[in-house]
Structures are given as C-alpha cells and as structure tokens.
C-alpha cells in the first residue's frame, strides 16, 4: 500500500490548533501509511505560532507536519461593525490561493506520497473548493456533538427550501421547533443566536453547513452512548455525509499552562476537601459577568453552604471583543465581607485548569456554561453539571443535557448574552443559583447515578473494539481507499 497524507486545516486560534492535533495523533497512532500536513492560518493579531504545536513530541514529529501559511497579498481586516463569524469566514477564504500553493509544493511533484483528502473544520468549508481543485475529497471535522450538528442541516435545509420568513416566523415566539437530533422538540429561546439573527451571520453560518454536505464524510466529537438518538437521526437522513462519531477528544494535559503558582495552589486546596463536595464554577474562555450578576452568585454560593472553588473573570470593556481578564483586586466586585465569610469553606480563582479540577475526586459538581467541551470533559469525569448558557450554541447543548439527556440540572437555559451586547442583559436571581445548586449537589440526583456510568461508557468507546475505536477505523480506511 502506498503512503497517503491528509491536509488538515483548522480555523485560526489555539484552540483550534490544538484539537487538531489531537485528532492527527490519533489517525497517525492508527495507520502506519498515513501521514498528515496542517496547514495554519494565522489571525494577523498573532505574532507567531502557539508554541504548542513546538512541543509535538518527536515520535509524531515525522508524520504530523505544520506548516504555517503567508499572509496573503490582499488582507481582509476586521471591521467593527462585521460579526465574527463573517469576518473569520471571509479570513479563512482569502487563504486559499495559499494553502493551494502550499499543496502543489507538497504533492505535485511527490512520486512516494499521494494526497488523500482535506480535513476541515466547520468555519474553513471554503477550503473545500481547493480540495475539489487538487481531486481529493474533503472530510469534515465538526467539534460540537452530533444534536448541534443536526440542527445546523435543519435550519439549513428550512432556509434552502423555503427561504428565511419560515425561519424568522419563530422571532420572538413561544414556540417550539422539533429538529430530528433532539428528543423533544426545542423551544425557539434555545436556539442559538445565530440563527434567530435575522442577518448576514445567520446565513454565512447557515451557508457552512450547506457546505458539509459535499464533503465525503464528517468525524463529529461525540460518542454513540451519548448521543445515540442524535447520531440515528444524522444517519437516517440520506442528504447528510456518513457521520464518524469518534470522540471524546478532549484536550488533556492542559496541565500548569505556564500558571505554576495558581495551579499547585488549586490543587492543594481540592486535595484538603472530602470527595465529591465541590461544586465548580467556570464559564469558558468568553465568561464573565458585570457586577450585579457576581453578588447573586457570591449570595447563592454563601447561602448554599456548599464548598465551592469559582472561576470569576472581568468583563471586558464594553463593545469591545475580547477575552476577560483577572481582576487585581477581588474585594471590589464580591459582596462586603464574602471571602473572609466563605474562607475554608470556598475559593475564588481566575484562570482555571478545568480538566484537572473536573477530574480530581472533591469536584461534586460543575455549574457551566455548557460549551461542548466543557460538556465532554464533565460527562468523562463523571462530574454531573447545573447548566447557564452564556453565548453561541450554549442554550441548545443546555437544553439537550437537561431535556434530551438527564445529565445535569437547570439553572438558566434560554439565557443569552449577546457578544456584540446589543441584547439587554437578564438577572438570574441568587435564589434560582441556590436552587440550582442544591439540586446539582443533592447525592440522590438520579443524574449523578446517569453521569457516572456515561463516564464509564466513554473510556469503554475509545478502547479497543469501542464504538468511537471502530468508527476512527471506518474513518481511516475510507481515507487509505483512494
Ligand atoms: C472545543 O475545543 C477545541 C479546542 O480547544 C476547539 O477547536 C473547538 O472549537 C471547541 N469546540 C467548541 C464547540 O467550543
Ligand atoms: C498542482 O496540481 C493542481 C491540481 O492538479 C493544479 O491545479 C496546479 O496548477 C498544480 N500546481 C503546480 C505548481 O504544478
Ligand atoms: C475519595 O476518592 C478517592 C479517589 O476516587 C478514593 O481513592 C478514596 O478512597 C475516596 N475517599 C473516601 C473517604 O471515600
């Protein structure tokens, strides 16, 4: 058998970056004839490569390659007026003569390696016209779970079909929307507000996902034992690209991340409390709240009487896209006299290594705001989780865990904070978190039993003979069959 390569690109940002990776090693580890490019794009606010993807160890330095493309002549730059997802989307298109270039270098001329396809992930669809060029086939890699999926086809096929006033006939209304990957039908307050805005992100997402369907086959981050009913549905559903449920691929080792200090000190503290009786806040990457919304949890917390270790960050300064940051003094946003109450009983930290605090036996508990990673690493740790959605497709997973599932309990789910905060920003009381919380850490909660054993269920899937192992290998030799 000849050595084939697949080109991966994903879309700009560690993050991004790092998730790939994971995916590569995994293919390598499973074919000795497959050897694999990334191609990079960076955002021009980047100065140089993460330095992740220096310390690929040397057994997969030989067949993971990076290879980090030049910014192209005409640059496409950030408007403040243009959504994220437009401006990424029109990002990633101005690169293609690039990574077309990149390709030619690699393959025109190699006789010993022949080209196999292109991975990428769901904001680099365009990619898929340079795949088309060169007459491999591309492969989708979507990192949310098989629902999301499916309700990004819906409201695609509902929009091709019967344009948009279908669609935006649910603004605004009560209603309900039933989505072949969701048990129940989905209220329209948890849709993801890229698809109720009525504008060009909506149809640029949308547009995405039309897009998927040319591709010859899409690895989703999920594992059939999760999201049995979701991956039924996907793959009853002729128009949509067989479906490779080969996850969880979680991002472990996250480890120290250069916060040595905060770290030891994190896990010091888990380690003097007894198991299962901390309940975790944190809220990804984007997560933050103004001050008023900080005092109702600072009173839940305190009023709960539950150890609780809460991962609290600054917003950022109005209108402005960026990420929160750590806030120099603590005293000024939590309630008089909080810390010095709660000491012993609670920790208030900034950065929070999520993975390691999830995993360690004290973690009873995980309020989250439901991202599909935070999702995956509570459901791999056994840790059940009271869901508060913050942004993008957060309600919709909030509504498949509490609804669909039975893996975690409600705290707020049709919750939106719009990241161009042009939506006005809703209060949740302390009494709703106290609530919340008591139900999450209450040791009868059935769905402390269910989490538990989907815990189990996801080592099992990833093992040998798993369903996610044999899915990875119909995925592989799919690929070799060219
Ligand atoms: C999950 O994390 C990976 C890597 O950090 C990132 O590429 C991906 O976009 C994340 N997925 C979601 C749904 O946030
Ligand atoms: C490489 O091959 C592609 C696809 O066949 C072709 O479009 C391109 O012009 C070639 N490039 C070079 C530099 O030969
Ligand atoms: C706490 O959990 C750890 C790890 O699961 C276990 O080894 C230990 O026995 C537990 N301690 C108690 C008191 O149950």
Redesign the pocket.
């Known amino acids: 058998m000849k050595s084939a390569e697949l080109v991966f690109i994903?879309?700009p940002?560690r993050?991004?970056l790092?998730?790939?990776l994971e995916m590569a090693k995994q293919l390598v580890d499973r074919e000795d004839q497959l050897s694999i490019t990334v191609l990079i794009i960076k955002l021009p606010s980047e100065t140089k490569v993460p330095s992740y993807t220096k310390s690929l160890s040397s057994h997969y330095a030989s067949r993971i390659k990076l290879l980090e493309l030049s910014q192209p002549e005409t640059s496409v730059n950030m408007e403040s007026d243009t959504h994220p997802i437009n401006f990424i989307s029109k990002y990633i298109n101005s690169f293609k003569d690039r990574a077309k270039d990149a390709v030619a270098d690699i393959f025109n001329l190699s006789t010993s390696v022949k080209l196999a396809g292109f991975v990428v992930?769901m904001f680099c669809t365009s990619m898929i016209d340079v795949a088309n060029e060169f007459g491999v086939p591309s492969y989708l890699f979507y990192?949310?779970g098989a629902a999301m999926l499916g309700l990004q086809f819906h409201f695609q096929s509902l929009i091709s079909n019967e344009r948009s006033a279908i669609v935006h006939n649910y603004l605004d209304s009560e209603s309900e929307v039933p989505i072949p990957t969701y048990v129940n039908p989905v209220p329209v307050k948890c849709l993801p507000g890229i698809i109720l805005d009525n504008d060009e992100s909506s149809t640029v997402f949308l547009n995405h996902a039309r897009r998927f369907r040319e591709t010859k086959g899409i690895m989703v981050n999920t594992f059939v034992e999760l999201e049995s009913y979701a991956l039924k549905a996907l793959s009853d559903d002729e128009k949509i690209p067989p479906i490779y449920s080969v996850g969880p691929i979680l991002?472990l080792g996250g480890g120290n991340d250069g916060h040595g200090k905060e770290y030891d000190s994190i896990m010091k503290w888990l380690d003097d409390q007894p198991n299962s009786s901390v309940v975790f806040l944190c809220f990804g990457s984007m997560g933050c709240f103004e001050e008023d919304q900080v005092k109702e949890i600072a009173n839940a917390l305190e009023s709960s009487g539950y150890r609780f270790l809460w991962s609290l960050r600054q917003p950022p300064p109005k209108d402005k896209l960026q990420f929160p940051s750590e806030f120099e003094n603590l005293e000024e946003v939590l309630p008089e006299g909080f810390l010095q109450r709660t000491k012993g009983k609670g920790k208030v930290i900034g950065w929070a290594p999520q993975v390691d605090i999830l995993s360690h036996p004290a973690a009873g508990g995980f309020v989250s705001h439901c991202?599909?990673?935070s999702t995956l690493e509570s459901v791999c740790s056994g840790v059940p989780m009271a869901t508060w959605p913050v942004y993008a497709?957060q309600q919709s997973n909030a509504f498949q865990l509490v609804k669909d599932l039975g893996m975690a309990v409600e705290i707020k789910m049709d919750y939106r904070k719009d990241l161009n905060s042009r939506n006005p920003t809703v209060l949740v009381k302390a009494e709703e978190i106290e609530n919340g919380i008591r139900q999450l850490m209450d040791s009868e909660n059935k769905i402390r039993a269910k989490v538990r054993d989907m815990k189990e269920k996801s080592k099992a899937a990833i093992m040998e003979g798993g369903s996610s192992h044999v899915a990875l290998g119909q995925f592989v030799e799919t690929v070799m069959k060219i």
């Open positions: 994903p879309a940002g993050g991004h790092v998730s790939t992930d990192t949310s991002n991202g599909w990673n497709e």
